[in-house]
């Protein structure tokens, strides 16, 4: 939920983006964020692997996003 929130409000501060509807599923092993062009699957190592969403998707266009996050300045 933390990265969930994290993405939210990087892409809410950068791009006045906002998600679809509210996170979900409530997991503590996979959450997924609605974008309605795009979608944010967040999910542990296990989880990941039984889903094998790399596989169902192998043909889609992979994206770059490493430049949407802000770092938090040190304190």
């Given at each position: 939920?933390?990265l969930?929130?994290?993405?939210m409000?990087?892409l809410?501060?950068?791009?006045?983006?906002?998600p679809?509807?509210?996170?979900g599923?409530?997991?503590?092993s996979w959450?997924?964020v609605?974008?309605h062009?795009f979608?944010?699957?967040?999910?542990t190592a296990e989880?990941r692997?039984y889903?094998n969403?790399?596989e169902?998707?192998?043909?889609?266009?992979?994206?770059?996003i490493s430049?949407?996050f802000?770092?938090?300045?040190?304190?």
């Amino acid at each position: 939920q933390a990265l969930a929130r994290d993405i939210m409000k990087c892409l809410k501060t950068k791009y006045k983006r906002l998600p679809l509807g509210p996170v979900g599923p409530e997991s503590r092993s996979w959450v997924l964020v609605d974008y309605h062009d795009f979608i944010v699957h967040i999910f542990t190592a296990e989880t990941r692997a039984y889903y094998n969403l790399e596989e169902l998707w192998f043909e889609a266009k992979k994206v770059d996003i490493s430049d949407l996050f802000i770092p938090d300045p040190v304190t």
